[in-house]
């Protein structure tokens, strides 16, 4: 993903006067969750609260505020027909102008909230390795490529790190906790010594491996026969994108394994006991 924290630092080095809009509170359905922020310049914006109607008049309301230089505001906003949105919730929206101390505690924020995103790592920067790094950039994750030759780990997206090892399982065994993990080198005995390293961590929300119903049974074969569980089997996602039903183009591929991450990270993160960060101004700010 493209780090947040290098985006608000360019936005505030060339917005000096801006409105800090977040939502304060959530009643029913709506387009971002409570805590949700947004900055609004005259001429820019960063980040949303979920764009539409309400978007637009939180973004309108906040340059009013700027052209009159009214530092604080508050909206309590339906969103029904009133707007022209058919969410059916209802939000509040606090305004504040971002002087130094917020800017700052949002900083902070963005840095923590950029420490936190998960891990995926791909194995393998052939041409579904690469087309699914251009995928996972787009998301919020931390993103990294692996494979054993240099000359494969050139032209990835700029925020995706290309990572040269000699021993790749290696990776696997530091990588850091919750880290999910995509197998498709060039190899398929790496491949099957990579899933067999992958499927020793019982903290991965994923373990995916390109490949076909073939290459399943005989890794299926080979991982039984080298002590491996039915159980820990039942973990490894193979092939990946499997839901394509049989379309073998790399991106079309990517793009479905990049979804089956993202859903599997979100159900692993939704589990009772894991910690997320605060996601409110307030508490960051303590105000």
Known sequence: MT??????????????????????????SSPREQGTF?????????????????????????RRLLASGQAEAAMDVPLGPEIGQCCGGRVG????????????????RVTREDAELPDVFVFGAGHVGRALAEAL??????????????SELTGLPPTVEARLAALPEAVIRMAPERSAFVILTHDHALDFLLAREALERQDSPY?????????????????RAEGGSAEALERLVLPIGRQGLGDKRPEVIAAL???????????????????QGTRELRAVDGR
């Open 207 to 223: 373990i995916g491996m390109v490949g076909s119903a073939t290459k399943r049974a005989k890794f299926t074969s080979w991982y």
């Open 257 to 275: 394994a990049a979804a089956e991450i993202m859903v599997q990270i979100g159900w692993r993160e939704a589990e009772p006991g894991h910690v």
């Open 93 to 108: 929206v606090a305004l504040r102008f971002a002087d130094a101390d917020l800017r700052e505690a949002l900083l902070a």
């Open 38 to 62: 947004m900055l609004v310049g005259p001429g820019g914006i960063f980040g949303t609260i979920g764009g539409g109607a309400l978007e637009h008049m939180v973004i309108a309301h906040a």
């Open 3 to 28: 780090r947040r924290l290098p985006q608000l630092e360019a936005f505030f080095a060339g917005t000096p006067e801006a409105i800090a809009c977040e939502l304060t509170s959530v009643r029913g």
């Open 137 to 150: 950039a787009l998301l919020p994750v931390r993103a990294h490529v692996v494979d054993t030759r240099a």
